[in-house]
């Protein structure tokens, strides 16, 4: 239940060519407090509630717990959700032995492309693509749950 992620502004569409799969995502947040972000989620034909603790100094490494549910709940829930709503497309790119997830915003924040890769721990290395830009690790401002607060457009 402990999550470690790297996060990577995306300088070009190059990964789309190395994508294995692609789904949309529509996700809100019941609630978006640091300490224990709750967001409901849409994931292609699946759906989640997930609660997030608040992240380490560096903000590679938080708390995560998620369980699938139901879409007719998920869509309920978000009903309920803050305002503020996240549409993306993720792809998913196979390099070596880890899984880039790059998000494609929509929306609010269209235009902000950012790459995930999980890791087993914090000091683990990973091959770079030449497509990943800056790290944004740590950086409140591209936290998903901010992002449908302050979108991306109104920078």
Known sequence: MIEIERKFLVTSDAFIAEANQSYPIKQGF???DPGRTVRIRIKGTKAFITVKGKG???????????K????????????LCEPGTIEKVRYEIAIA????????FKGDNIGLILAEIE??????TFH??????????????YYNSQLARHPFLKW
């Open 30 to 32: 019941l609630n978006t």
């Open 56 to 66: 380490n100094t560096s903000g590679t490494t938080r708390f995560e717990w998620e």
């Open 68 to 79: 699938p549910i139901e879409i007719v709940e998920a869509e309920s829930l978000l009903l």
């Open 97 to 104: 032995n880890h899984i880039f997830e790059v998000d494609v």
């Open 119 to 124: 890791l087993t721990n914090e000091n683990e």
């Open 128 to 141: 770079k693509p030449n497509w990943l830009g800056q790290e944004v690790t740590g950086d409140p401002k």
